[in-house]
């Protein structure tokens, strides 16, 4: 499909990429990756280090081009905020810092000053607004990179590692502010080591291996259980119904005389057995393992929010 053809959902795309590669000398730290950025998505990239998440953040940005296929974006006024995996102590304070950043990207100065003051009281940070940020810890020196990305409105988030350095308390306010983004349309696409940052807001998950994405889940799969696809034959539907109002039952789906069944993986053996015993017959049994489980192998357990439900602390 021609990109200048986009219609209809595609029009929600703000920036696309078509079989772009990236070569660095003889490295193709890049290759054949196409995929869709869409405004109130979350897309969580995922991989060991050196699979070429960063270099595809940047590209999404705008700040470098595809060595071979495309880069497409909606406007070129697209606001973008981009948060890189490094922020230098600048000698500057963050009002320096952050009004001087406002202005180049033209916004107006009593309008940064409420937002500033708005983002550094989220994160705990309004005390250090006229602290040189020399004398910044690593944490308080991501805040205000991420402040700076936050700030204007962007309607495209790109965030490289974005919980480095933050304690607990700070991942948590993170967290709000990017639900709040997300939920007034912001598209978000960030590099994440964390599976509860995924469960709490990514709807997308790719993961990377040697700059290819070779794998996508939905994020809430990360946190769902092990299911089984169960097939059999030979029940009628009131049957089936029946033993489909078992809990451990997720659905069900009939089809002629054949019924597919998907059960939470622990009561596999139970729903096999009344199955059984009801006069039917196990066409097949398969587990599905879910992206869930590969995607765990790249990601850390977090102690982020693991009991609250983030939506409640929201204002
Ligand atoms: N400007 C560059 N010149 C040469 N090679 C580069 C450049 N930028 C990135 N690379 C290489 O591209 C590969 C992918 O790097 P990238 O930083 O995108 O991966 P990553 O998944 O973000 O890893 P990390 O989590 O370590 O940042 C790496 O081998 C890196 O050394």
Same mark, same amino acid.
Not at 186 to 195: K, L
């Given at each position: ?5 986009? *219609? +209809? ?25 196409? &995929? ?6 979350? *897309?969580?990239?995922?991989? !060991?280090?050196?699979?070429? !998440?960063? *270099? ?5 940005? $705008? ?5 071979? +296929? ?5 406007? @070129? ?7 890189? #995996? ?7 304070? /963050?009002?320096?810092?952050? %009004?001087?950043?406002? #202005?180049?990207? $033209? ?7 409420? @937002? ?21 810890? !690593? ?14 409105? /962007?309607?495209?988030? %790109? %965030?490289?590692?974005?919980?480095? +350095?933050?304690?607990? !308390?700070?991942?948590?306010? &993170? ?18 080591? @964390? ?10 998950? &790719? ?26 034959? +030979? ?34 053996? &139970? ?7 009801? $006069? ?8 599905? #393992?879910?992206?869930?489980?590969? %995607? ?20």
């Amino acid at each position: 499909m021609a990109i200048e053809d986009l *219609t +209809g959902e595609e029009a929600c795309e703000l920036v696309a990429l078509y079989d772009a590669d990236k070569i660095y000398g003889k490295r193709k730290v890049l290759q054949n990756l196409t &995929l869709a950025v869409v405004a109130g998505q979350c *897309t969580a990239l995922v991989g !060991k280090n050196g699979s070429g !998440k960063s *270099t595809l953040l940047r590209m999404l940005a $705008g700040l470098t081009r595809p060595t071979s +296929g495309r880069r497409w974006v909606r406007s @070129e006024k697209l606001v973008t905020g981009y948060v890189p #995996e490094r922020f230098p102590p600048f000698s500057f304070t /963050p009002a320096e810092f952050l %009004l001087s950043a406002a #202005e180049v990207r $033209g916004i107006d100065k009593a309008a940064a000053e409420k @937002e500033m003051n708005g983002f550094l009281e989220q994160l705990g940070m309004d005390r250090f607004v006229h602290v040189r940020m020399t004398q910044f810890s !690593k944490g308080m020196l991501q805040k205000i990179n991420l402040i700076q990305a936050m700030m204007g409105g /962007p309607e495209l988030l %790109l %965030l490289d590692e974005p919980l480095s +350095g933050l304690d607990v !308390k700070a991942q948590e306010d &993170l967290l709000r502010v990017l639900v709040s983004l997300k939920r007034d349309g912001t598209a978000i696409v960030m590099s994440v080591h @964390e599976s509860t940052l995924i469960e709490q807001i990514a709807d997308r998950v &790719l993961l990377m291996k040697n700059g290819q994405v070779v794998q996508e889940t939905r994020g809430d799969r990360l946190a769902a259980p092990a299911v089984t696809r169960i097939v059999l034959r +030979g029940l009628d539907p009131a049957a089936v119904r029946e033993i489909s109002a078992h809990s451990g039952v997720a659905n069900y789906e009939i089809r002629m005389d054949v019924c597919e069944m998907e059960a939470w993986s622990d009561s596999t053996d &139970l729903i096999i057995r009344e199955i059984l015993d009801s $006069g039917g017959s196990i066409v097949s049994v398969i587990p599905q #393992e879910g992206m869930g489980i590969h %995607l765990r192998e790249w990601l850390q357990p977090s102690e982020l929010l693991t009991e609250g439900d983030l939506y409640k602390c929201l204002p």
